[in-house]
């Protein structure tokens, strides 16, 4: 759930706000911003050069970790500056991609990912799920193979629409976790996989 930062400042002290403020690469923007507002409602007064510092330091701190964490979304795929102290998650899309692409056995497997950090019943589900469509869509007839890569863009619709708002909040920040790793051990395996096969068709 997202912290309601100006409530949270409300209830601590004029020294516990002014700490903030002296102390502000501990903090994200959102709860420096929410302590000098609460202080000025109590009738603080911020001087010229206060007001100045403030604000510099408020501007070098986003930068900073903007540069540090690139731009954050929130689960519905818009991208918003929001919370730094959030987990990476991969996306909707990139779970989907891959189950298309892949199988959605492997866009399961990311989505597990996501889930780990925070229920790992969540994620044995995901894979359990992943797992299960895969043999279901590899045990249909031959006439549907064909068909193949459809069936696994279903199936991780499934993933997407049904396991991933079950575990995962409609308003839950996160950054977007980069997709190249995954990128990477799926090509080695697409290698590895064309060259058991082809190798076993040159002993046949």
Known sequence: MEIDFKEKMAGK????????????????PEAIVA??????????????????QVNADMVNKIE???????????????GDLVDWDVPEYYTKGAVW????????WFGAILLAINLYQKNRTAAVVSVVYGLVATILIVLVPDLFWQMSSVLHAIAGLGLIYMIWPR?????????ARSVWPPIIVAVALLVVFFFVIFGMRAFL
């Open 13 to 28: 002290s004029d020294e516990d706000l002014l700490n903030i403020l002296g102390n502000m690469n501990k903090y994200v």
């Open 35 to 52: 302590a000098k507002a609460e202080l000025e409602s109590r009738g603080h007064m911020f001087s010229d050069e206060e007001q100045e």
């Open 64 to 78: 900073l970790k903007a540069q540090e964490h690139g731009q954050l979304y929130n689960s519905s795929g818009n």
């Open 97 to 104: 991609a891959f189950s298309f692409f892949i199988g959605t």
């Open 167 to 175: 575990y995962i909040d409609a308003d839950a920040r996160f950054r």
